[in-house]
C-alpha cells in the first residue's frame, strides 16, 4: 500500500498520504438508507440485512473512485449503529476495504468514557482485546474522534495505544455545529475559552507522539463554521493537526478553511460527507451523471474540491 | 412486566420499579473476560465468539438472580464493543433479556454529535430506524447516556425521541472520574462552575417531559465520589434525576450518595458494577459462595447494598 507504513507514527503516515495525493480531503462516509440510489434500493431487501449489504456496496464503489485522489476515510459509525448488527457489520467492513486499498482509515465515534471504560473502547477501535492468552484486533482502525469531557484520564488509554500501535486520535476541541458554542465557548476564569483549554490539553497530550513533520498523532476536530477560532487555535497548537468537519452543506468554506493551515499548506484534512457522497444528485452534476454513475460523480466532485482547496490554501501561504 | 408500562413517563417507570423494589440500585453488567468464573471460560472456546456466549450465559445468570430485587441495569457498551460484532450481539441480548425480566435498561454509551448524526444514535438506542416504508427498533432500550459537549443540537434528537417513545436519557454533568474536573470544574465568568452550567440546561432541556413525581425523563450523571457537587447539584436541578456512579471500587459512600436524594427518598439511582458482578470474588463473599454460585453470591451483596443504601438514605430525610 503506497504510502501506508505500519511502523511509522499515525500522523506521519496520514501526512505522508495527503502529499502522496496533494489532497487534504478525508471523505466522509454515512450512507442513511434514504441517500442511497434507487438500483441499490431495488437490488437488497427492505431489511437490517438488505440496508447492511446496500451500504456495503455503496461504499465499496465509492472507495474504489476515489482511493488513488483521496487520502483517508472518516466513517461515521452512528449511521451505521442505526441499522443495528448488520448495519455494524457495514461499517466493519468498511474500515477494512478502505484500508486494503491503501486509505487512511477514520472512525468518526467521539468516544469518551472513565479510564478501565475508555481503555474497552480504545481496544475496539485502535488496540487489541486479550481473551487468555490471545490478542485480537477489533476494528483496527487508524484513528477514531475522541470526546474531552471528563478529563485526561479519558483520553490516556488511549493516548497509550497510538504509542504502541502507531495509531492516532482527534480531540473534539471546537465542533462545527451551531450550538457548539453553547460550553465550548464560555470563558473561564483566565478570560479564556473552555475550547481553548481543550487545545492546550490536546497540545500536552500529544507531546511526545509527535512525527516527523512536527504534528502529533494525538489532534483535534476544529470545524470549518468557526474561523475565526479555526485560525486561533491554529496559533495556540502548533503541533496539533485538525480534522476539519463542516465544508459544503454545513456552510464552511474554502478560505475559511485554509485558516487551518500553517504556511507548508499542512495542519488539516477536511472532511466532506453529503457533498461527495451525493454527488450524482447535486445540482452540480446530476445533468452529467445519471445515478448509475454515482461513483464517477463521487470522483467528479472529489476533483473540483480538490481544486478549490488547493487554491485557498495555497492564496493562505 | 411488573412495574413497566411503556405508555408511561420513562422516569415514571423508573421510579416506580426503584418505589416496587425499595431500592435504588442498578446493576452494571460489564463483563470482561478477565472477570468471568473460570468455568464459564473453560466451556466456550477462546474466541470473540466463544466470549460473547460466555458474557450472554453470566448476564443472564446475574439478571435472573436479581431482577426481583434490583430495578434496573446498566450496560456499558464499550465492554462489549471490544469483543467486536460477536460483543455487540452480547450487548443486544442482554438489553433484550433484561427488559423480558421486567428491569429498566439504561445503555451506557455516552453518546453525542451533531444533531443528525445524534439523531441517528437516538434512532440506534431510543428510536426507531427507516427503511422505506418500515420503522425497526434497534437496541430499544429505556434510557441512553449522552455527552453534551457540543450543545443543545446534540442533545435535542434524543429529546424527541423520548417525548415520542416514552424513553428517557442521563446526560453527563459531573462524572465520578478523577480527573473530571479538568472541564467540569473550570469556573466560568458568572462565577459558576462548567458543570453547574449543564445542570441548568438539562433541567431546561427536561421541562417539557416531567413525569407524575416532578423528575423529568431527561436526567442526569452525577458521581458519588463528589458529594459536595452532588448536594449543590441536587439544589440546583430539582427536576432531574440522578444517575451516580462511584459507588464501592471508585470510592463513593453510601452517606455520600444520600445527598443525592430529596425528603421523599427520591432522585438518584446507583450504580454498583464490579462489586455486584464479581461478589464470588470479594472478601465479602467468597468464602460463602464458590465461583458455580456466583449469581447467589451477587444477589447476597445486591441485598447487602440495598440494605445499605437504605440506612443512609433514610438517614438523610
Redesign the interface.
Known amino acids: 500500500m503506497k504510502g501506508r507504513n505500519n511502523m511509522q507514527n499515525a500522523m506521519d503516515q496520514l501526512i505522508n498520504k495527503i502529499k502522496e495525493t496533494n489532497n487534504p480531503t478525508v471523505i466522509g462516509l454515512?450512507p442513511?438508507?434514504?441517500i442511497l440510489p434507487e438500483m441499490l434500493?431495488k437490488k437488497y431487501p427492505?431489511?437490517?440485512e438488505?440496508?447492511g449489504k446496500a451500504i456495503i456496496e455503496f461504499n465499496k464503489h465509492l472507495i474504489d473512485s476515489v482511493c488513488d485522489i483521496i487520502p483517508a476515510v472518516k466513517v461515521?459509525i452512528?449511521?451505521y449503529?442505526?441499522?443495528?448488527?448488520e448495519g455494524?457489520?457495514a461499517f466493519?467492513e468498511t474500515c477494512q476495504y478502505a484500508k486494503e486499498k491503501g486509505m487512511i482509515v477514520i472512525a468518526d465515534s467521539?468516544?469518551?468514557?472513565?479510564?478501565s471504560?475508555?481503555a474497552?473502547?480504545s481496544?475496539?477501535f485502535l488496540g487489541r482485546?486479550?481473551?487468555?492468552?490471545?490478542q485480537?484486533p477489533?476494528?483496527d482502525v487508524d484513528f477514531v474522534t475522541v470526546?474531552?469531557?471528563?478529563?485526561?484520564?479519558?483520553i490516556k488509554p488511549f493516548v497509550e495505544d497510538c504509542r504502541k500501535y502507531n495509531k492516532g486520535i482527534f480531540v473534539?476541541v471546537k465542533?462545527?455545529?451551531?450550538?457548539?458554542?453553547?460550553?465550548?465557548d464560555?470563558?473561564?476564569?483566565n478570560g479564556e475559552e473552555?475550547y481553548t483549554?481543550?487545545a492546550k490539553?490536546v497540545e500536552k497530550w500529544g507531546e511526545e507522539l509527535r512525527g516527523t513533520y512536527g504534528y502529533s498523532s494525538i489532534a483535534a476536530v476544529v470545524g470549518a463554521t468557526y474561523p475565526e477560532q479555526l485560525s486561533q487555535i491554529r496559533n495556540i497548537a502548533p503541533h496539533t493537526y485538525f480534522l476539519i468537519p463542516g465544508y459544503g452543506a454545513q456552510g464552511g468554506k474554502a478560505e475559511d478553511i485554509a485558516k487551518g493551515f500553517d504556511a507548508n499548506g499542512l495542519g488539516g484534512i477536511v472532511n466532506a460527507s453529503r457533498s461527495l457522497m451525493c454527488a450524482y444528485q447535486s445540482d452540480k452534476w446530476k445533468d452529467q451523471f445519471d445515478e448509475t454513475q454515482y461513483a464517477q460523480a463521487t470522483r467528479a466532485e472529489a476533483l473540483r474540491m480538490k481544486a478549490e482547496l488547493s487554491q485557498a490554501i495555497t492564496y493562505n501561504k
Chains 1, 2 share one sequence.
Open positions: 454515512d442513511r438508507y434514504e434500493k427492505q431489511t437490517l438488505g440496508v461515521q452512528a449511521f449503529e442505526m441499522y443495528g448488527i455494524l457489520k466493519q467521539k468516544r469518551g468514557d472513565i479510564g471504560t475508555a474497552g473502547y481496544k475496539a482485546t486479550t481473551i487468555g492468552e490471545i485480537v477489533i476494528f470526546n474531552p469531557y471528563m478529563g485526561t484520564d479519558c473534539l465542533t462545527s455545529n451551531p450550538s457548539s458554542g453553547e460550553l465550548q464560555l470563558t473561564v476564569e473552555i483549554e481543550v490539553l
